[in-house]
């Protein structure tokens, strides 16, 4: 088929990003708030600042009591998109696996893989049957490529959670949504720190084109900001 006879999917108009309040996920919320979409951001700390154009609702995503209000206050709502973008990273880059706290293993592990998990089990059903539910991975979630090592605990997180999104993709292998597992890069946001090597403007648009792209594409696929496939 050639890109004349591509079909153009439809726009994405109503957007729901999990994480909201800054980094990434407020970039994300603002990015498509500028592009005319209705877009509901939650925030964990109701005192944050609101993102810009952005409807905001209140999330701690490691609280299922919080996640089911959510729910019934979205009732009746119908998104093109879901994005579930809050992550932690607590641990100092080097620190082994093993001599990470009983409290930092289980925070980071709840929110990234748990939390986001519930979240998307709860939500999935407001997410419109040609639509697209998105988890904000990592390359380090990559099993495949890590040689170099480092924030291993969060880099477990991530791989846990790839492991258990391809789970629910195999569980709803009959759904026409684009599934997706999203690596943005290494980002100067506060978890990737000042040196990172991208800025949040290099990454976002990448990011919503990458998910423009895969709009109407059927099943599961993890991939970088510019669309590439990221090894499992
Ligand atoms: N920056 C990078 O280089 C990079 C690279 C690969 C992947 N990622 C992933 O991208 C996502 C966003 O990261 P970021 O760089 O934007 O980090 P960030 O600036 O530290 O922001 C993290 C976001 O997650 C939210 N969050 C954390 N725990 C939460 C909870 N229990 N419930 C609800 N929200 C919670 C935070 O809310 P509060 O404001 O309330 O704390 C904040 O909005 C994460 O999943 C991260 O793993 C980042």
């Known amino acids: 088929m050639s890109d004349e006879e591509t079909p153009t999917p439809s726009p994405i108009r109503d957007v729901l990003i999990v994480g909201a309040s800054r980094g990434l996920g407020r970039a994300i919320a603002e990015a498509y708030a500028d592009r005319g979409a209705r877009v509901v951001g939650t925030v964990r700390n109701p005192d944050s600042e609101p993102p810009t ?8 995503l490691t609280d299922p009591a919080q996640i089911a209000a959510l729910r019934a206050r979205l009732d009746g709502r119908r998104f093109d998109l879901l994005f579930v973008v809050a992550g932690v990273s607590l641990a100092p880059r080097w620190q082994a696996g093993a001599e990470t706290s009983d409290d930092d ?128």
């Open 53 to 60: 154009g952005v409807e905001t609702e209140r999330l701690d």
């Open 105 to 232: 293993f289980d925070t980071v592990m709840r929110t990234n893989v748990l939390g986001v998990m519930r979240t998307v089990e709860a939500l999935q059903d407001l997410v419109d049957p040609a639509g697209t539910i998105a988890v904000m991975s990592s390359g380090q979630g990559s099993v495949a490529n890590n040689t170099s090592g480092g924030f291993e605990v969060y880099r477990a997180s991530k791989a846990a959670l790839n492991q258990l999104f391809r789970s629910y993709a195999a569980r709803h292998a009959d759904d026409a949504r684009s599934l997706l597992l999203l690596a943005p890069g290494w980002v100067q946001t506060g978890m990737g720190g000042p040196g990172a090597p991208l800025t949040i403007d290099e990454s976002v648009p990448a990011l919503l084109n990458t998910i423009d792209r895969r709009r109407g594409v059927a099943g599961l696929a993890y991939l970088d900001r510019n669309g590439d496939t990221v090894a499992w």
